[in-house]
């Protein structure tokens, strides 16, 4: 069967994953290269009776994205770096009240206004440590326009499934790339729906600690009339400045992901068994990676490829696995950055591993040969 | 008397929240007291109801009030308040916010969510201060008066809030005081009627710091002030502009018709459903 295929962009894949993972409110305000986003959902989700709205600034989107998810829509905003920055309050507001929002970051380069139109990996930590306090963030890194649509579902998937916002890394040119692309059948990709609480009103805590860290979660307007706050509160979502209230609110909201990494955390490995170099890449960068590391291998190096497709929360025990690969000598980790997730590697690698750094940050992509050039010369 | 509190207390957490937060002869509470019986007169089902605030003194209200409650991130409460409202239109979404909260952080909410008239109605209690923080002038604090960071007297000139609301499109604007509790009531009952954006300045005491700064006195006092500065709008009319002058006017300065977003985006729905 030919099934539906289709030539599309990175930003309609995200758009086609929201619609088949149940998506019925989008809030969000333009911003280069992430705009065909809200176009698209703009035109599309009124047919199915979904909402978006131009909200005023990022700020307000992700405002307006926590509100309508309270109310019981899966819930979505798409922005770049600069609107990114902004969204780092809401960010954290879902995070401590635990309500399932979908981010999806279409990096450009910066710092500041930086390059509206060309690619970039520089908001890597950002995803991971851009609101303040602490917090344990998920994001999701597809490397191509058909894994944008299942990792947007899965996005959405993952945000219902742990109450917590999830953030969505691409980039530039995935954004605009056009792929040939096989659209999923229907009920091909798992879709999962919030859980929701089976007990009377008058015992239901919006922020119950259970066994499972997993907590049921109403609606406005199911009945179950719960107060929520960005303050630090107790499992009925009332301000707490007790100090017990506050260990447990916060292990909660730690443990409820970090127990879990089996079911959040996916890494591809190709060739790791005999590899004495590694290369360490994301998203599009992983591209060029693979290529790489085929060309390395036609000339009998033995390489190997590592590609996070959960970039956080980092798996650390199986990373480590990885890295103990029995002839591993190096990694090279290649990021469209100054150099952010490289980082997470020298934490990670044994300490006979060279970990060596393959960066760029003049706005071109990496290219194969670049990698390549690099493995000839830690080998 | 007895009637109200039997009213009030309907609609209390009464058990989990008290006491409050606020100081003794606050303003706040008065509100608390008008809004309740506003939505009890107009038998609103409660959890059809979502109150959603800021930050600061008056948004602390909802978290004492029995209804779905969202107390969100300074500034923001409009903004949270959109997404709740489109997403299930049928929630009766009432915001509660402060003069620092709706008008300095979140006035780009402010303007535009009185321009995009979602059926939202926005009680701003203004109390020219910012009292949680300890009493930092706000965007209605006036000229020449005295704040803790403005300790030689506000440079700068305050909004007048129901001009703002209604050049930026609000469809119901009123303002009313803490002293005048019946017309209160009644102002924040017809803003929630009110089918699009609706604010209600509820002008209020912040003894503690604004009072304490200006030497204007105790709750009382400034009560008793309120009472004697305020001028329903419609007696103003009658009167020659210099005795408006300086003085606190109040009603209803804004009462028009305007499709509401909510309805014209489900009318949209349904043309293209083809129903």
């Known amino acids: 069967m030919a099934g539906n295929v289709r030539l599309i962009q990175g930003n309609e894949a995200v758009a086609e994953g929201a619609m088949i993972g149940g998506l019925r409110f989008f809030g969000g305000y333009p911003i280069t290269p992430s705009t065909e986003i809200a176009e698209i959902l ?54 401590m009240a635990e309500v399932p929002t979908v981010i999806v970051n279409v990096q450009r380069g910066g710092p500041s206004t930086g390059l509206p139109t060309k690619v970039s990996q520089s908001d890597t930590m950002q995803a991971r440590w851009g609101t303040h306090g602490d917090y344990i963030a998920i994001a999701l890194a597809p490397q191509s326009v058909r894994e944008t649509i299942d990792l947007t579902v899965r996005a959405m998937n993952l945000a219902e499934v742990y109450r917590t916002p999830v953030t969505l890394l691409t980039d530039e040119v995935l954004g605009h790339m056009r792929e040939k692309v096989t659209l999923p059948e229907e009920g091909e990709l798992e879709v999962i729906n919030r859980q929701k609480p089976d007990v009377p009103a008058s015992w239901y805590k919006h922020f119950e600690i259970t066994p499972n860290f997993k907590s049921p979660m109403a609606s406005f307007g199911d009945g179950y009339r719960f107060h929520v706050t960005g303050l630090t509160h107790d499992e009925e979502g009332f301000p707490t400045n007790k100090s017990v209230e506050i260990l447990a609110k916060l292990t909660k909201l730690r443990n409820k992901i970090m127990r879990y990494l089996d079911d959040i955390c996916q890494i591809e490995t190709d060739g790791m068994e005999d590899a004495h170099v590694a290369v360490y890449a994301y998203g599009i960068v992983a591209r060029a990676a693979r290529q790489a590391v085929q060309m390395a291998r036609a000339r009998r190096m033995k390489v190997g490829q590592i590609r996070p497709i959960t970039i956080w929360p980092s798996h650390d025990k199986k990373y480590k696995e990885i890295f103990s690969s029995k002839n591993l000598e190096a990694v ?10 490289v980082y997470e590697v020298q934490r990670l690698v044994p300490k006979h591993v060279e970990v060596v750094s393959l960066n760029r940050f003049d706005s071109e992509l990496i290219t194969p040969a670049q990698i390549l050039n690099k493995i000839k010369e830690v080998r | 008397m007895a009637q109200r509190s039997d009213i009030t207390h309907k609609y209390l957490r009464a058990k989990k929240k008290f006491p409050n937060v606020w100081c003794a002869g606050c303003g706040i509470g008065i509100v608390m007291g008008s809004l309740i019986r506003a939505i009890d007169k107009l038998e609103l089902d409660r959890d059809n109801v979502t109150l959603v605030s800021g930050i600061g003194c008056s948004s602390r209200l909802p978290v004492y009030l029995d209804f779905n409650t969202l107390h969100t991130t300074h500034g923001r409460a409009l903004a949270f308040a959109t997404g709740v409202k489109l997403a299930n239109p049928k929630m009766h979404v009432i915001v509660i916010t402060g003069d620092g909260d709706a008008l300095a952080i979140g006035g780009n909410h402010f303007i535009h969510s009185a321009r995009r008239n979602m059926d939202i109605t926005c009680i701003l209690i203004n109390n020219m201060i910012y009292g949680m923080t300890g009493g930092q002038f706000s965007p209605t604090t006036p000229t020449d008066s005295y704040a803790s960071t ?34 209160l009531d009644q102002l924040i009952y017809d803003g929630i009627k009110k089918r699009g954006f609706s604010l209600i300045e509820a002008f209020s005491n912040c003894h503690t710091y604004f009072g304490r700064l200006n ?53 949209l729905i349904q043309s293209l459903q083809g129903k």
Request: proline share 5%.
């Open chain 1, 332 to 341: 090279i980790v290649a990021e469209l950055n100054q150099g952010q997730l």
């Open chain 2, 150 to 183: 403005a300790p030689y007297g506000n440079k700068e000139y305050p909004f007048d809030i129901p001009k703002l609301a209604e050049a930026a499109g609000a469809t119901y604007v009123a303002r009313g005081t803490v002293y005048h509790v019946t017309q």
């Open chain 2, 215 to 267: 030497r204007l006195g105790d709750s009382v006092k400034m009560l008793e002030d309120m009472k004697r500065n305020a001028l329903p709008l419609k007696a103003a009319a009658k009167m020659p502009p210099e005795k408006v002058q300086g003085k606190l006017l109040t009603g209803v300065f804004c009462d028009i018709e305007r499709e509401e977003y909510c309805d014209r985006y489900d009318a």
């Open chain 1, 42 to 95: 703009a035109r599309r989700l009124p047919k199915v009776g979904g909402k978006f709205i131009q909200m005023e600034d990022e700020i307000a989107s992700v405002g307006a994205i926590i509100g309508a998810s309270l109310a019981g829509s899966k819930s979505m905003t798409a922005t770049s770096g600069p609107g990114f920055s902004l969204m780092v309050e809401g960010i954290g507001y879902a995070y």
